[in-house]
């Protein structure tokens, strides 16, 4: 394995140590805890061979100048049963990790049958995982991403999303359940095998000090035709073309002298380099400014419509599903439940967490009573909905919230409207939105 290759690989496993920052805090409270039960401990022994010197002194049965040294022997203890069990913690804390990390030793000696091109997709099949057998990280989780899909994973910071990642690249071996890639169980895969249909883009990019071309290669050998492919379909050749030196312009210390937007597409030049048939994203726009995001999301969106790759993406953003996206899969608490079409995760959100998603922050201040949803979608923009309503039930709405999304090339848009206390006027309007097909369905949890 390279130089750079491994320097890379290096950088991305220590990504993990966003999964582990909980057990660091625990282990350091732990640490702090046997310091200062240790540092109890030794005072009252300190003290107790004080008064028992002392008391040796005064009987003339040992000379004075022992006090001191006793004193300097007692600390030195002290101080090497601190470090010692400090060190036991440490050691103790750390092994789960190491046994979830594989660490490939003589993989001269593998056979290099690698992967086929994928026909079908990828399955989560009852995939359980944790560092902490205590604390799991995903529970049972079962997914699956076919061929030439374009899927967003989202939830909340610390759900797993991650770590699902890491596992479909084999980074995490220890889990339990399978991933099938096709009908092919992924454990019979090296992750450097996987790592050959897989390709994977984080939030921050890591380059080295060193030119654009050794970036996207890492040392490794492409043909002048995959290096072309790559910038072309990576987009970057486009800023090549402003750069003097081209692919040898040197790109800075951790790519200093490229813009956000030009980093990611060195990064995606670099995924494509390898012509995976997967693509996963962790976050890949979020630190991004808007223009820039959009140039990217609707990079990866012809790579996925041109190319046929699978992508794969985590995202925060409402916005970054509804423009590249077909289906949505919420994870909380390490398990994915709701998923489906875009599109239908938008119109009937089954779960609170699919509520949050859709349903902006803007809404939880809002008056509890009375509030029905409208939904509409580019069909029946166009219709004067609220006025009709209004004209033929003889009863005011108030329009508490609305906006427009644009979701695969189709505008949806919603309304939140506070209907009328009055019983039957409620019921006028409701029966008006049935006999035209409309959308509109009372909002219990905001």
Sequence with gaps: MNFYSLLFRKRLVNGLKSSMEQ?????TINKDGIGCGLAYVSAVCQVAVVILLGVLILNDMIPLATFMGTGTICAGVYNGLNQVSKLAVSFSASKPYFDKITIHAGEAQLPDFGLPTLQEGITVKDVSFGYDEKK???VHMNAEFKKGGKYALTGPSGCGKSTLLKILLGWLPGYQGKVLYDERD??????????????YIEQNVFLFNTTIRENITLGEHFTDEQMEKALRD???AGDL?????GLDTPVGEEGNALSGGQKQRVAIARALATNPQVLLCDEATSALDPATTDSILTLIKDINKNLGITAVIITHEMSVIEKICSHVAI???GKIVEHGEVEEVFFHPRTEAARRLVMPEALQNLPQENLYRLIFNGRSSFEPVIANMVLECHCPVNIMYADTRDINGIAFGQMV???PECPESRRSILEFAKSRNILLEEMKHV
């Design 234 to 236: 990576s987009a970057l």
């Design 241 to 245: 073309a402003n750069m003097p030196k």
């Design 186 to 199: 992924v454990r019979d895969y090296t992750p450097e095998q996987l790592q050959q249909k897989m390709s």
């Design 136 to 138: 799991p990280i995903l």
């Design 331 to 333: 994870i909380n608490r």
């Design 23 to 27: 057990a660091k805090y625990k282990l």
């Design 417 to 419: 409207l506070q209907l």
